[in-house]
């Protein structure tokens, strides 16, 4: 065969290969266009309702510069702004569609905040975009926000012409001068660093919370603990990092992201990215843990919110606050389980002179945290942690020396349980530090709520008789003990005494623990023939109080103080971040309108318009800004 004819039979039989090589390039080229198409819808629906948002903005605060000024600034916002949307085409009946305006104003740094003056106009335009390639639809949000340039006017005194024989009515419409400082502070555990010989404890505990009541979990190695209790992350971060993993969710506010319905496994994955994102160091401590907390089968939803007690008009500032990153998880592990009750049959962790260990805990109401002003400026400043339920349950075979036995042993099942009401706290006072920096402080009043703890058993003691154990004798033990302290009150100096860098301050001197518990015997009877040794009873009193001492300092105050509860004292930090925001950006007071009655006179009608929040004489005029 000639080289022409071996050329023209190999043509022949590569017909169609580009053919074969072009249909799925073809249909890759279809996909690409389609998702170009509608990625491209949704960048100019978007580019449509940001111009409807800043035009009801401006429309919005036009209307706040109103003379006289809207008695409902509100609703005299929500009108106009509705109105412009409507002018410019934007259909408030279609589903999906909102718009929603917020009044108040706008500091120097451009951050808009809901109370105290009416000035400013915060508009969020919502919306639905159906694809037209990609399956489902897209919910767009803009937002705007405009200001009255040279002041809000408003009419401050207004007197209206009357004839003798009726009364004349004076309105006046002030504003307090003095803007409210706010601060912050947490009750509840302060732990900065944590004991790696409890972290079978922790992990026990908090296993059972994040799986559920009826899962009995507690089988998580969840390691390294002590990485999360030294890291801080500001909430801002926090909501930045759950507006991710909740697609499509956006928290314009801090109330709202306190009001959102999460779950332990989202937070624990919010926190962590916010942590690494953060870039900090402990990256390789905390991951261990959160992981695990992320894999949390305890699917129960539950609000920030029933964590932190934000005072209204604090608004986005106290975003800027830091909290610790421990606190957080472990706070809301223990929110999240509600009164579900964690029992843990063996705490997994070596007690001296006491053989396993179970518990059942239930925590009705654990650590808080207060950002607000002070209870002087007339809002309640306060915070409140609620009671615990708790049973240690010991299994006892220990060596006691008693007079005339051998081998003497005492046996048994050993129950303490424990029933504490908490404590509260209430933001006192705050002084502002000076711009240079230090100087400052904030005062904490707590009070703590009574505690009581009761042990009743049937101990056993048991001797070598004839070579053999036998039990000999049976001694019921009865151990109480219950304190009902005074109030006290803190004070945190400014920056020293102000957490993160600072741990806090208790209060209560000698906090009340299992070693506190006064034991003795109501009897001590001989199971057979032999009469009770004069030294019985002494022997077992010792030796339960060697045991309680032992729980006390090996279970119970270490896992209380992680839960955020103290047993007769109270754990306080004061927050640094929150003073700092607090002072740099006070609270505006809300308008307070008066109306009195005076004898009547003849006059003229007059009204005169003043800047109510502006010395300025310039006429005011909307312009967007955000």
């Not at 606190?327 to 396993?356: D, H």
Request: some cysteine.
């Amino acid at each position: 065969m000639t080289i022409r004819a071996r050329l023209r039979r190999n043509l022949r039989n590569e017909h169609g290969a580009i053919l074969v090589m072009a249909v799925p390039g073809l249909v890759l080229a279809v996909l690409a266009m389609s998702l170009s198409i509608d990625v491209g819808r949704q960048v100019f629906e978007k580019r449509d309702d940001q111009s409807v948002a800043d035009l009801a903005a401006l429309d919005a605060a036009r209307s706040l510069a109103a003379v006289p000024a809207p008695s409902n600034p509100s609703a005299a916002a929500q009108s106009a702004a509705e109105k412009s949307a409507v002018r410019n085409g934007f259909d408030l009946a279609e589903a999906g569609s909102a718009l929603t305006t917020e009044v108040g104003w706008v500091d120097p740094s451009r951050v808009f905040h809901l109370a105290g003056a009416s000035d400013a106009v915060r508009v969020t335009v919502t919306s639905n975009m159906d694809y037209i390639f990609i399956p489902g639809k897209k919910t767009l949000r803009a937002v705007a926000v405009a200001t009255v340039e040279g002041g809000l006017i408003s009419t401050v005194t207004t007197t209206t012409t009357t004839t003798p024989t009726t009364t004349a009515s004076t309105t006046s419409t002030t504003l307090a001068t003095t803007p409210v400082p706010w601060a912050g502070f947490t009750l509840g555990s302060t732990l900065a660093s944590i004991d790696t010989t409890k972290a079978p404890l922790l992990n026990a505990v908090l296993g059972g919370m994040l799986r559920g009541a009826a899962s009995g979990g507690g089988t998580a190695n969840l390691v390294s603990w002590q990485g999360l209790a030294t890291s801080n992350i500001t909430l801002e971060a926090l909501r930045g990092q759950l507006e991710l993993l909740q697609a499509g969710t956006q928290f314009g506010t801090i109330d709202q992201m306190l009001a959102a319905d999460i779950t332990l496994a989202q937070l624990a994955t919010a926190t962590a990215n916010a942590l690494t994102a953060s870039g900090d160091t402990n990256a390789a401590l905390y991951s261990g843990p959160l992981g695990i907390i992320a894999q949390s089968t305890n699917t129960a939803t539950f609000n920030l919110g029933d964590l932190f007690d934000v005072a209204s008009g604090v608004g986005g500032s106290a975003l800027s606050t830091k909290v610790n990153a421990f606190q957080l998880l472990t706070g809301s592990a223990t929110v999240a389980n509600g009164t579900n009750l964690v029992s843990v049959p063996n705490i997994g962790i070596t007690v001296p002179s006491v053989g396993t260990t179970g518990l059942t805990l239930k925590v009705i109401e654990g650590q808080k945290i207060y950002i607000g002003p002070a209870a002087t400026s007339g809002v309640a400043a306060t915070v409140s942690t609620g009671q615990i339920d708790l049973t240690l349950t010991s299994n006892l075979d220990i060596p006691i020396t008693v007079s005339g036995l051998t081998n003497a042993r005492l046996v048994g099942t050993f129950p303490v349980s424990l029933t504490a009401a908490g404590a509260t706290g209430t933001l006192a006072s705050i002084a502002c530090p000076p711009v240079s920096g230090s100087g400052g402080s904030i005062g904490v009043g707590v009070d703590l709520k009574a505690v009581g703890e009761t042990s009743t058993s049937a101990l056993g003691v048991s001797a070598s008789v004839l070579g053999l154990p036998v039990t000999l004798f049976s001694v019921a033990t009865t151990a109480t003990a219950s304190t009902d302290p005074a109030p006290a009150s803190l004070s945190f100096a400014y920056p020293s005494e102000f957490s993160p860098s600072a741990t806090g301050k208790q209060v209560g001197s000698a906090p009340l623990g299992l070693a506190g518990m006064t034991t003795f015997t109501s009897s001590a009877t001989a199971l057979g023939v032999v009469t009770v040794p004069t030294g019985l009873v002494p022997a077992v009193t010792s030796t339960l109080s060697t045991v309680l001492g032992n729980l006390d300092s090996s279970v119970l105050a270490p896992l209380l103080r992680t839960l955020g509860v103290s047993i007769g004292a109270a754990d306080v930090a004061a927050l640094k971040d929150a003073l700092v925001s607090g002072c740099a950006n006070p609270i505006v007071p809300t308008v307070v309108t008066t109306t009195t009655t005076a004898p009547p006179a003849p006059t003229t009608t007059t009204s005169t318009p003043a800047a109510a929040t502006t010395s300025s004489t310039l006429q005011p005029r909307p312009r967007l800004v955000g």
